[in-house]
């Protein structure tokens, strides 16, 4: 079985970018990788978070990138960027989800996210779901609910071991694909919000 997943993208940029004696006139970016992630929010990147996307960009961009050359782009060349970066997220595959679900149904203590890349691990059969349960009060000890909240990746680095049934090593959270990080984000994301606020 091939996984067609996008590797990298590449923009052609409304305006050059200025480079010494040079002009770029195209960017190209990867597929940006865990590490890549820490410290941003999946939720800020979900939305296309100007903010996020000049942390991101320096990280992921192989034409050398940085961040004051990520601030002369123009906003026309930020939505090119932002268009082709979401296409990271992108699993591939449609998946139903219950968004109708009723407001006075009972607290999910349970959820599956699957994994469109699974990880390999040393000795063991590679990871194609993951099975996480509610995060209590003991597995959000030392972090921040704002971080959680926001689905910070380095938060969910520490949760994530801590509400998953299967045992996760830094090294096997570090091989998440993006958009698996997103499909991850989403049912934490599920789990934290109140009955109440759940539109039925």
Known sequence: MTNARKMTCTVELEG??????????????RRPETPALIDLSL????????????????????????AEEVDKLGADDMLLIAREI????????????????DA???????????????IA???STALDKLELRRPDAGALRN????????LQVRALLTLLPRICTEKLTRKDLLKID???????????GDFLLPRRLRTA
């Open 16 to 29: 050059s970018l200025k480079r010494g004696d040079a002009e770029l006139t195209s960017l190209t970016f």
């Open 104 to 118: 006075d149904a009972p607290r999910k203590m349970n959820t599956t996210a699957m994994l469109s890349v699974p």
């Open 143 to 150: 972090l921040s609910l704002s971080d959680v909240g926001q």
């Open 43 to 66: 939720v800020q990147l979900g939305q296309m978070n100007v903010d996020e996307l000049r942390k991101l960009l320096p990280r992921i961009s192989a034409d050398g990138l940085i």
């Open 121 to 123: 691990r040393e000795g």
């Open 178 to 188: 993006f958009a698996d990080w997103m499909e991850i984000a989403g049912e934490v």
């Open 86 to 101: 979401s296409t990271f997220m992108d699993k591939g595959e449609t998946v139903e989800r219950d968004d109708d679900a």
